[in-house]
């Protein structure tokens, strides 16, 4: 997009050196193209004001409003002075707040009745919402020279905007370099934007960011869309090409094979589901190209089960199949599961021998050094049929006898080197599968994975049972916390085992300074620590019961004996941070408390809820919380107690969340490649961008006769390489 020499130019030749600087600081903005790229957030109508009703706490806002009143207030005997200025949108009302020498210009500008746009960090003052020293424009009437000034436009576009530089600062930087719109290069195949009714890249520029009407926002926003969403599926397209190109061994599994003899010995039938799934996997393996495929399912979906007898379909045809986990209590986990589901069938002697089955090896970084040469040399000569390790799978020294099959278990999105680095293990590229427990809606799948095909596992194997989950407002109804410790009780005197779950630790590692988020300050409390909760817990509503404790910070040998007594039933109730997210298996745990449940995201509120409910007795799970009825931190928890769908809370997470943390950028505030698309809402853009992509890489794989798309496609490649494309 901004591959263009006109739009590379730096901006301080533009604007000069000091706004060029707080752009790349703040901003992130270096290039005339990246600022043409700063689209603005929303627009005021010169008429309307902005709803001053439901300002967020903490963050810059830029207003459009009336002013309602002014004073000036002396205090300290007289000595210091104050001006109090309301403003009014008509929906609501806001303090703005000037000191010292800052009173005498506002006092003379903002005479009531007067219009302008205020900038400003909201902060409250006495529960009341309030903007200091605010940075404003005013807003004239029609006169000579407003017509010629640079708000005469109906629409005000308002910036994302920092501190440091006002909306309106930014709008006079844009004015200085949209001239330069006219050299931007269209990446559209002109062929694609005329089917699709699209306008082009520099009339959708100027349109953005100086619409005579709203028509013109929607025309621009849907073109820009269209490029984001275009660009990158493309990039997807010549990935998924690229591998078609590439030749594998097709592995399929031999009948009365060491696949069959697992299946025999199963104590239980597949799911519907899980049968499909499999299906799907050795359609792809019986190819002659290298599958690449994303398994998704629900945590205790039977993910382990369907990768199994990938693998062993795999042994079956000859070849070697590897399982890679991102940490090596993992690893260990999945090498115990897999050997005790094998049984007899995992300590076989040769490869291919389906009589006695085949060797499973477990390869990981802290092994002794003579257990590693024994599992390097079983992978070598073929003994191994299946290895189970980290990524000291990827190491030089690791040698294969024949590797036909990859089986990537999520949490670590592999990079593309280190997939690669596997790959070239092979005689030619082996099989893929990547399996990942978040559940992942389609278009961000499409996004993030474009590269893989999918496959989703939804239904839970016999014997999981359902889990209730309420939320329990604990301000605005105490003696629902009270009942919460009441049902914990009763779970433990039922036989059961309970959970509560804490934010922080609260040590005195824990005690350091942090920068605090809009929500601590609105609370003016730190969030809820293990350590304070157990001894509230064992002192009050649950004393008598035998209450642990278990975080992070512990040492490994004391965390490894709470959980050996908890699984054994001689703990009741255990007081834990999100330690417990992952792998933890107690099925007569059936109850779970997360205290300030707000303060987790929805999928991770989704992952904990998983560690209860994993037997036969029904679980329970209670999010505690203090927020206010109306709060978008409650409506968040009211949607994860009513479903227990994962794709469903994976969507509603993403509505919340900005997409930019969902592509892989947790920093808020970086640019990530996608500014106009919203990967939920735009799921027709991504899906059509799909096809149209496919269809373009098909005719021109290396599209020659599309320069405007090649620059686009590598610029954003340069941007993106490392945090992009490197998912799958």
Same mark, same amino acid.
Request: net charge negative.
């Given at each position: 997009?901004?591959?263009?020499?006109?739009?590379?130019?730096?901006?301080?030749?533009?604007?000069?050196?000091?706004?060029?600087?707080?752009?790349?600081?703040?901003?992130?903005?270096?290039? +005339?193209?990246?600022?043409?790229?700063?689209?603005?957030?929303?627009?005021?109508?010169?008429?309307?004001?902005?709803?001053?009703?439901?300002?967020?706490?903490?963050?810059?806002?830029?207003?459009?409003?009336?002013?309602?009143?002014?004073?000036?207030?002396?205090?300290?005997?007289?000595?210091?002075?104050?001006?109090?200025?309301?403003?009014?949108?008509?929906?609501?009302?806001?303090?703005?707040?000037?000191?010292?020498?800052?009173?005498?210009?506002?006092?003379?500008?903002?005479?009531?009745?007067?219009?302008?746009?205020?900038?400003?960090?909201?902060?409250?003052?006495?529960?009341?919402?309030?903007?200091?020293?605010?940075?404003?424009?005013?807003? !004239?009437?029609?006169?000579?020279?407003?017509?010629?000034?640079?708000?005469?436009?109906?629409?005000?576009?308002?910036?994302?905007?920092?501190?440091?530089?006002?909306?309106?600062?930014?709008?006079?930087?844009?004015?200085?370099?949209?001239?330069?719109?006219?050299?931007?290069?269209?990446?559209?195949?002109?062929?694609?934007?005329?089917?699709?009714?699209?306008?082009?890249?520099?009339?959708?520029?100027?349109?953005?960011?100086?619409?005579?009407?709203?028509?013109?926002?929607?025309?621009?926003?849907?073109?820009?869309?269209?490029?984001?969403?275009?660009?990158?599926?493309?990039?997807?397209?010549?990935?998924?090409?690229?591998?078609?190109?590439?030749?594998?061994?097709?592995? $399929?599994?031999?009948?009365?094979?060491?696949?069959?003899?697992?299946?025999?010995?199963?104590?239980?039938?597949? *799911? /519907?589901?899980?049968?499909?799934?499999?299906?799907?996997?050795?359609?792809?393996?019986?190819?002659?190209?290298?599958?690449? $495929?994303?398994?998704?399912?629900?945590?205790?979906?039977?993910?382990?089960?369907?990768?199994?007898?990938?693998?062993?379909?795999?042994?079956?045809?000859?070849?070697?199949?590897?399982? +890679?986990?991102?940490?090596?209590?993992?690893?260990?986990?999945?090498?115990?599961?897999?050997?005790?589901?094998?049984?007899?069938?995992?300590?076989?002697?040769?490869?291919?021998?389906?009589?006695?089955?085949?060797?499973?090896?477990?390869?990981?970084?802290?092994?002794?050094?003579?257990?590693?040469?024994?599992?390097?040399?079983?992978?070598?000569?073929?003994?191994?049929?299946?290895?189970?390790?980290t990524h000291a799978l990827i190491e030089d020294k690791v040698q294969f006898h024949d590797l036909g099959l990859v089986v990537v278990d999520e949490q670590h999105r592999f990079g593309v080197e280190?997939?690669?680095?596997? $790959?070239?293990?092979?005689?030619?590229?082996?099989?893929?599968?990547?399996? *990942?427990?978040?559940?992942?809606?389609?278009? &961000?799948?499409?996004?993030?994975?474009?590269?893989? /095909?999918?496959?989703?596992?939804?239904?839970?194997?016999?014997?999981?049972?359902?889990?209730?989950?309420?939320?329990?407002?604990?301000?605005?109804?105490?003696?629902?916390?009270?009942?919460?410790?009441?049902?914990?009780? =009763?779970?433990?005197?039922?036989?059961?085992?309970?959970?509560?779950?804490?934010?922080?630790?609260?040590?005195?590692?824990?005690?350091?300074?942090?920068?605090?988020?809009?929500?601590?300050?609105?609370?003016?409390?730190?969030?809820?620590?293990?350590?304070?909760?157990?001894?509230?817990?064992?002192?009050?509503?649950?004393?008598?019961? $035998?209450? =642990?404790?278990?975080?992070?910070?512990?040492?490994?040998?004391?965390?490894?004996?709470?959980?050996?007594?908890?699984?054994?039933?001689?703990?009741?109730?255990?007081?834990?941070?999100?330690?417990?997210?992952?792998?933890?298996?107690?099925?007569?745990?059936?109850?779970?408390?997360?205290?300030?449940?707000?303060?987790?995201?929805?999928?991770?509120?989704?992952?904990? !809820?998983?560690?209860?409910?994993?037997?036969?007795?029904?679980?329970?799970?209670?999010?505690?919380?203090?927020m206010p009825e109306a709060s978008p931190a409650r409506v968040r928890l009211g949607a994860v107690a009513a479903t227990l769908d994962g794709f469903e809370l994976s969507r509603i997470d993403l509505?919340?969340?900005?997409?930019?943390? &969902?592509?892989?950028?947790?920093?808020?505030?970086?640019?990530?490649?996608?500014?106009?698309?919203?990967?939920?809402?735009?799921?027709?853009?991504?899906?059509?961008?799909?096809?149209?992509?496919?269809?373009?890489?098909?005719?021109?794989?290396?599209?020659?006769?599309?320069?405007? +798309?090649?620059?686009?496609?590598?610029?954003?490649?340069?941007?993106? !390489? /490392?945090?992009?494309?490197?998912?799958?």
């Amino acid at each position: 997009m901004d591959g263009v020499p006109a739009l590379d130019e730096p901006l301080k030749n533009a604007l000069g050196a000091a706004t060029a600087k707080v752009m790349a600081e703040h901003l992130d903005l270096h290039t +005339l193209g990246d600022l043409l790229h700063h689209y603005p957030r929303r627009y005021a109508e010169r008429g309307e004001l902005t709803s001053l009703a439901e300002l967020p706490l903490d963050e810059h806002v830029t207003v459009v409003a009336r002013v309602a009143d002014a004073r000036v207030l002396t205090f300290n005997q007289g000595r210091g002075r104050r001006l109090e200025v309301t403003i009014t949108d008509g929906s609501g009302r806001l303090q703005l707040v000037f000191f010292g020498k800052g009173v005498h210009k506002p006092h003379k500008d903002l005479l009531p009745g007067t219009r302008a746009m205020f900038a400003g960090k909201v902060s409250m003052f006495n529960r009341r919402l309030q903007l200091a020293h605010p940075a404003y424009e005013l807003l !004239r009437g029609d006169d000579g020279e407003e017509a010629v000034d640079s708000w005469a436009g109906a629409l005000i576009p308002i910036y994302p905007a920092t501190t440091k530089l006002e909306s309106w600062k930014i709008a006079k930087a844009v004015d200085a370099v949209l001239p330069s719109a006219r050299e931007a290069v269209d990446p559209l195949p002109p062929a694609l934007r005329e089917g699709r009714g699209l306008t082009d890249l520099p009339d959708a520029l100027h349109r953005i960011h100086r619409p005579r009407t709203k028509a013109d926002i929607e025309a621009a926003r849907q073109r820009l869309k269209w490029d984001e969403a275009f660009v990158l599926q493309v990039a997807l397209a010549r990935r998924r090409f690229a591998d078609t190109q590439l030749p594998a061994v097709a592995r $399929r599994p031999v009948p009365d094979g060491l696949l069959d003899a697992f299946d025999a010995k199963l104590p239980f039938t597949l *799911t /519907e589901g899980q049968r499909s799934v499999s299906k799907e996997i050795f359609d792809d393996l019986a190819t002659e190209h290298p599958m690449h $495929r994303l398994l998704q399912g629900e945590v205790g979906s039977g993910k382990t089960m369907v990768a199994l007898r990938a693998m062993l379909a795999v042994v079956d045809a000859g070849g070697q199949a590897a399982m +890679l986990a991102p940490t090596e209590v993992l690893a260990q986990q999945h090498h115990r599961s897999i050997t005790e589901m094998m049984g007899d069938l995992a300590e076989g002697g040769m490869l291919g021998g389906s009589d006695q089955g085949t060797k499973v090896v477990l390869l990981t970084g802290s092994m002794g050094a003579p257990a590693r040469r024994q599992a390097l040399l079983d992978l070598v000569t073929g003994e191994a049929g299946i290895v189970i390790g980290t990524h000291a799978l990827i190491e030089d020294k690791v040698q294969f006898h024949d590797l036909g099959l990859v089986v990537v278990d999520e949490q670590h999105r592999f990079g593309v080197e280190q997939r690669d680095a596997l $790959r070239s293990k092979g005689k030619q590229p082996p099989h893929l599968l990547v399996m *990942t427990a978040t559940p992942i809606p389609r278009t &961000v799948a499409m996004t993030v994975f474009g590269d893989l /095909e999918t496959s989703v596992l939804d239904q839970l194997p016999a014997g999981r049972s359902p889990i209730a989950s309420h939320v329990v407002p604990a301000a605005d109804k105490p003696h629902f916390l009270a009942r919460a410790w009441e049902r914990v009780r =009763e779970e433990v005197e039922g036989g059961h085992q309970a959970y509560v779950v804490c934010p922080r630790i609260g040590d005195a590692e824990d005690e350091k300074p942090k920068k605090k988020s809009a929500e601590d300050e609105a609370e003016k409390r730190p969030p809820l620590a293990v350590l304070e909760v157990a001894e509230q817990l064992t002192r009050g509503p649950l004393a008598g019961l $035998r209450v =642990e404790i278990l975080h992070g910070r512990m040492a490994p040998d004391d965390k490894d004996d709470v959980m050996r007594r908890f699984a054994a039933g001689d703990v009741d109730v255990l007081v834990a941070t999100t330690v417990i997210e992952v792998g933890v298996n107690v099925p007569n745990a059936t109850a779970m408390v997360i205290m300030d449940a707000d303060r987790f995201g929805v999928s991770q509120l989704h992952q904990l !809820r998983g560690r209860v409910g994993r037997g036969s007795a029904p679980g329970l799970c209670l999010l505690v919380t203090e927020m206010p009825e109306a709060s978008p931190a409650r409506v968040r928890l009211g949607a994860v107690a009513a479903t227990l769908d994962g794709f469903e809370l994976s969507r509603i997470d993403l509505e919340q969340r900005r997409e930019g943390d &969902v592509l892989g950028q947790a920093q808020s505030g970086v640019r990530s490649s996608l500014r106009m698309l919203a990967v939920i809402e735009d799921e027709e853009v991504i899906a059509a961008a799909r096809e149209e992509a496919a269809a373009v890489v098909q005719a021109d794989p290396d599209l020659e006769h599309l320069p405007g +798309l090649r620059i686009a496609l590598d610029a954003l490649l340069d941007k993106e !390489r /490392e945090q992009y494309l490197d998912k799958g």
